[in-house]
């Protein structure tokens, strides 16, 4: 279906939720792939988003964030099987670079597994709190809860800042 059958009403809630939200999944993006992909992999999340509007409940920018998420997924597995890319080449395109690397926390953070890493920039770079993560993520809020204390836990270990 086309934006431009739909009823004006929904036409303007759409272009009003892409002209809100666009900027955030921009950067959500720019931070995690290949700042010459960023753009088009923008573009697949709206276009997802359009195809299930419908479906939206709730806040719009955890459920783009859930898009956007599959989006550059699906861009990492192809990535791999089309240019035979190992997972610390991938890594390296996640977007950390921009922040100095010689920094204890970068460094600490780099050293997290990637799920650990995920729900620790969801919540400090993206700004969700624990239900939206929980929709993101796809996982309950306790669930949430438990693993964004574990990788705290971890990060802290990491830069040395136990107490043990």
Known sequence: MSVLTLPGSRKR???RLFR???PAVLAYLRRRVPPSHAEELAADVFERAWAGFDSLRGTPLPWLYGIARNVM???YRTRRETENLDDHELESYAGYDAVD???DITRALMQLPH???EILT???WEG???PDIAEVLGISRNNVRVRLHRARTHLSELTGETDA
Do not use: Q
């Open 13 to 15: 809630e759409f272009s």
């Open 20 to 22: 809100e939200h666009y």
């Open 73 to 75: 997924r699906e861009f």
């Open 101 to 103: 690397a010689n920094l």
């Open 115 to 117: 799920a650990e890493r």
């Open 122 to 124: 969801l919540h400090a």
């Open 128 to 130: 969700l709190d624990h």
